[in-house]
């Protein structure tokens, strides 16, 4: 009996040693914005569009990466992909406020040192997480707004562009449904003070950013995301990408976090800093830990997704979603790229 | 011997029941910046000004948390009364940015919906704090910026001023006097790309916030900060104030906080989430885990202050500086105030 025993301790070990060497060490993990993004509404032309353009992100931070560079240079390299392509709503592809203008948002934040920069409502950045990584790095500062960051910008010697760099017709007809929904809304809810105050109510219009948490050989991890905010924004909205602890969050000591989705409830539940804090305070996975964060965020109402990476190289990727544009890949280079549940 | 034992187990356990019996229930903490602050530069005029405004504000607190009122109510009026007093860099009181314009950041949060409201970066709103909880209650974001924050607080129907408002005689010369000090770096510092694109060196320019955390009848916290930045202050740079998480945040099942400083480095630290987060999830008071936050931010090199109060009314106010303005008010009007260390 006691040998069947010793046998079945030896035999559960040797299964949990193969599990644990089986598991794969990712060192990049990206997503393009979660929302109602269902099969059936996408073109066999557009999924392969989304899907070439996630493995052209990850293969060049990965390039970064191999080549021994900073995981800082693979999360910019890589959302500098994704904001120069126009199916994200961040950089080019960025959503038009309700004045029909485009401001984006970015943050950018070291794992090792746990500095950070931040920008929000800039309007003639190129690549706004490369505005973010000049504020971390070329300022004493950590958040930007507005002209000033726009400033900022230029004077840090970044590509300035004119503003209708970033026009693109889905985006500006997108606008103009918003505001025709709004304005049906807004007779609808004639009595409602707060109705009138509100931005868009349509519920993906909430949606679209781009994220990247990377980890290079030196074994520091960095964390990015840059966003062009809510379609029809008003009032100079902020969502949480820019938001230190909500939308971005890095930390060699736990993981990095970006986030993605209905910003406010993001924010209100400080969603990244809350992942990294139930690792460190509570010992826990960053799978679990980053499930926890979602579903409280989930339980407020709010939805979206997050992606995370702690110094492992294990991944969490949940969505409470439709769908996520995602993608990793692993140390050696296998790339993994999904888009729906 | 085993009787020996007992007596002094239940005489140990008579004395902490004393101590818990003795342990005062505050209702309202407030703080109105760190920094250094040394009696030696402190005329008796100066301080009495000080204290006499800093009791007011917890006496109008303090009126609404007694005549049943909500926290929110509380932490704004406190809040009105210290930004409408010139001596705190906040509201009329606001220092000037690098191009002599005052733009003010403010923050509150409800403990009980966790529900949140910012401002950063407004020029013409008399209150900011009111401005930030019009942003929570009337809107269904958290974070505005820029004009878009003045637009939406005039639409909200606050009272908005002429940016002439701010202008006070202190605030304006310690522009004059930061820019002064900051063209004589800039010579010494000349091959330095960084200094150039640097707000003020000089450290105390980066101080001054007030904030109020609330308890009330019905048992619920709310908190709120509200600034005018850094002096001399560049490109937009916002501070950790009016970011949920950083400088301001409330959670009923843990703590209210407000935070004062060197706000890059609350912004890094997530200072106000890792507090409730170490109580939360490390089962800390809220004494250990206000200290242990801003050990911190003081080990990265970061200085300041802040101000915790937890459901039970319990409160901390730990700085690293010479000094914080602070205050507390018992559940029976018992009113503290302290200035120095």
Redesign the interface.
């Known amino acids: 009996m006691r040998t069947l025993k010793l046998f079945t301790v030896l035999l559960f070990s040797v299964l949990a040693l193969n599990v644990s060497a089986q598991q794969k060490k990712y060192v990049m993990v990206i997503h393009g914005g979660a929302g109602t993004i269902l099969k059936k509404n996408m073109t066999p032309e557009k999924e392969a569009a989304y899907i070439a353009v996630l493995t052209q992100a990850l293969q060049a931070g990965y390039e970064k990466i191999k080549s021994g560079k900073t995981s800082l240079d693979a999360v910019e390299a890589t959302i500098h992909v994704m904001e120069n392509d126009p199916h994200f709503n961040a950089g080019k592809g960025a959503v038009f406020t309700h004045d029909g203008k485009n401001e984006l948002d970015a943050a950018i934040m070291d794992g090792k040192t746990?500095?950070?920069g931040a920008v929000?409502?800039v309007t003639t950045v190129k690549n706004p997480i490369s505005a973010a990584r000049a504020v971390m790095e070329?300022?004493?500062?950590?958040?930007?707004?507005?002209?000033?960051?726009d400033?900022?910008a230029k004077?840090?010697g970044l590509e300035i562009v004119d503003p209708k760099y970033y026009w693109t017709k889905e985006r500006w007809d997108g606008l103009q449904q918003a505001i025709k929904e709004d304005s049906t809304k807004a007779v609808l809810d004639h009595g409602s003070?707060?109705s009138?105050?509100?931005?868009s109510k349509n519920h993906d219009y909430k949606f679209g950013t781009v994220g990247c948490v990377a980890l290079d050989k030196a074994g520091n991890l960095a964390a990015g995301t840059s966003t062009g905010g809510m379609t029809n924004k008003?009032?100079?909205?902020?969502?949480d990408a820019p938001?230190?602890?909500?939308g971005t969050?890095c930390n060699n000591e736990t993981a990095g976090v970006s986030c993605t989705g209905w910003?406010?409830f993001y924010?209100?539940?400080?969603v990244a800093?809350?992942i990294s804090?139930?690792m460190e305070?509570?010992g826990l996975s960053v799978a679990v830990a980053s499930k926890m964060a979602l579903d409280k965020v989930g339980k407020?109402g709010g939805d979206g997704g997050l992606i995370a990476l702690d110094k492992k190289g294990n991944i969490a990727m949940p969505f409470n979603t439709e769908g996520m544009y995602r993608g990793a890949i692993t140390a050696d280079g296998k790339i993994e790229v999904n888009i729906y549940k």
């Open positions: 746990l500095m950070a929000a409502g070329k300022s004493e500062h950590v958040m930007m707004v507005g002209a000033g960051a400033l900022f004077d840090a003070k707060k009138e105050l509100l931005g008003k009032y100079g909205r902020v969502g938001i230190i602890g909500s969050y910003g406010e924010i209100r539940n400080v800093k809350t804090d139930l305070y509570k407020m």
